[in-house]
């Protein structure tokens, strides 16, 4: 009777697993930066926050590829490659959208790391908001002006501090590639037939401003106020290699294995990202801290890969594109077959196959981008350190 009613409830009960999975984790991850270097002002806070978030990312995507290898060489079932309905609650609560039906197979893998990155993003608001008011010295303090001026004074001061912190963080070199790019996009924009593909290269568009947005919306002081606008240059490349280049030029299908290069070079930007953001908040100026912001680099790197996949399988469901994928099928020449044999044989498995492909290819490009970046950071903090010996030996000699 009880084994019949969890057979019955498998989808509620994979929902609850999948959720207490991402707040495990992410509970975990948070502790484990706050016993490598206890969070005692508002930035370490928010770097070993968002940490636990990473983690629980991290956590969903290991966990959805254990599944696709049991599944891949023992025959199982476990990311219910066949399982999804007419009934599946989110064909209930938005209908079938655009939704393709090869996407049925996706939608469970794509449902468990959405839930998991969920579950993960409730706790570590949770404990964000309890070490606040437990430490109210931790509140960051926006900087109020004696005199209240008007909206175009504010303005006006706004973009004068944005403008030198965009001269400061980036090269003429950066700048014009934004807009090249932004231009380029905008025409792809206007000419693109297939106007689903356009929808989404037109949101992709919109995403190479996100760091000015985020700058201008959020008050200065704040975590988010302070994000390099590096970043912003590493968003450009991505959305200009995957949305511009493969879907409106095809690179896709006119470059041989141009989605493996893509997928490779993404887990290096990724790194990067994740190493710019961790500088806002924590100093590469000790062995310590080397090693956090490279761990950060590594767990953001691994979070942005379920998200992205996430991002990708909303758009196909919405506007009916087939940015994952599901389409695709291996064949006797695919590389998974050649690395791994043919396991069980399992079809049930061949609309997963490029997005566990997307996420493994981006793995082993994180792993020693990462060990470069903390090998950077070591080499730096050691010079740095004989530069202040040998300012203080000389201080002494001149005494």
Same mark, same amino acid.
């Given at each position: 009777m009880i084994l019949q009613r969890l057979s019955d409830n498998i989808g509620e009960w994979d929902i609850l697993i999948q959720f207490l999975l991402g707040v495990v984790a992410a509970f975990f991850g948070y502790l484990i930066f706050q016993r490598i270097k206890k969070a005692e002002n508002s930035n370490e806070l928010t770097l070993n926050?968002?940490?636990?978030?990473? &983690?629980?990312? &991290?956590?969903?995507?290991?966990?959805?590829?254990?599944?696709?290898?049991?599944?891949?060489y023992r025959g199982t079932n476990l990311l219910h490659a066949d399982f999804v309905t007419n009934e599946h609650w989110l064909y209930r609560l938005v209908g079938l959208a655009m939704s393709l039906d090869g996407q049925r197979y996706l939608l469970d893998t794509d449902e468990d790391m959405l839930i998991t990155l969920l579950g993960g993003i409730f706790t570590t608001a949770g404990m964000y908001i309890y070490q606040r008011v437990k430490n109210k010295h931790m509140f960051?303090? +926006? %900087?109020?002006h004696k005199n209240k001026i008007s909206f175009?004074?504010?303005?006006?001061?706004?973009?004068?501090?944005? %403008?030198? %912190? =965009? *001269? %400061?963080?980036?090269?003429?070199?950066?700048?014009?590639?934004?807009w090249c790019t932004r231009a380029s996009m905008l025409y792809a924009f206007i000419v693109m037939e297939n106007r689903a593909e356009?929808?989404? =290269?037109?949101?992709?568009?919109?995403?190479?401003?996100?760091?000015?947005?985020?700058h201008i919306v959020f008050p200065e002081g704040t975590f988010f106020s302070r994000v390099s606008y590096r970043a912003q240059s590493l968003i450009t490349v991505i959305v200009f290699l995957g949305s511009y280049c493969g879907n409106y030029?095809? =690179?896709?299908?006119?470059v041989p294995r141009f989605d493996l290069f893509l997928h490779? +070079?993404?887990?290096? =930007?990724?790194? *990067?990202?994740g190493y710019y953001i961790a500088l806002t908040l924590v100093k590469a100026d000790s062995r310590k801290n080397v090693f956090i912001i490279a761990a950060f680099a590594f767990l953001f790197s691994c979070f942005i890969m379920p998200a992205w996949e996430v991002s990708e399988f909303i758009g196909d469901f919405i506007w009916g594109t087939t940015n994952q994928g599901f389409y695709w099928g291996p064949t006797d020449d695919s590389f998974l077959f050649k690395v791994f044999g043919?396991?069980?044989?399992?079809?049930?498995?061949?609309?997963?196959?490029? &997005?566990?492909?997307?996420? !493994? !290819?981006? *793995?082993?490009?994180?792993?020693p981008s990462v060990i470069a970046v903390y090998v950077y950071m070591l080499l730096g903090t050691g010079k740095k350190a004989k530069m202040d010996v040998a300012e203080t030996e000389k201080e002494t000699v001149t005494c």
């Open positions: 926050v968002i940490a636990g978030v990473c &983690t629980a990312g &991290t956590a969903a995507i290991i966990a959805e590829i254990a599944e696709f290898f049991i599944d891949f960051i303090k +926006i %900087k109020k175009r004074k504010w303005a006006e001061n706004k973009f004068i501090t944005e %403008k030198t %912190k =965009l *001269m %400061k963080d980036c090269s003429v070199f950066d700048i014009t590639f934004w356009a929808i989404l =290269l037109c949101a992709n568009l919109i995403a190479t401003f996100a760091i000015t947005l985020v030029v095809w =690179l896709y299908n006119i490779l +070079i993404s887990g290096v =930007l990724c790194v *990067m990202g043919r396991g069980a044989y399992n079809t049930a498995l061949y609309p997963l196959y490029d &997005t566990f492909y997307d996420v !493994l !290819l981006a *793995m082993c490009t994180t792993v």
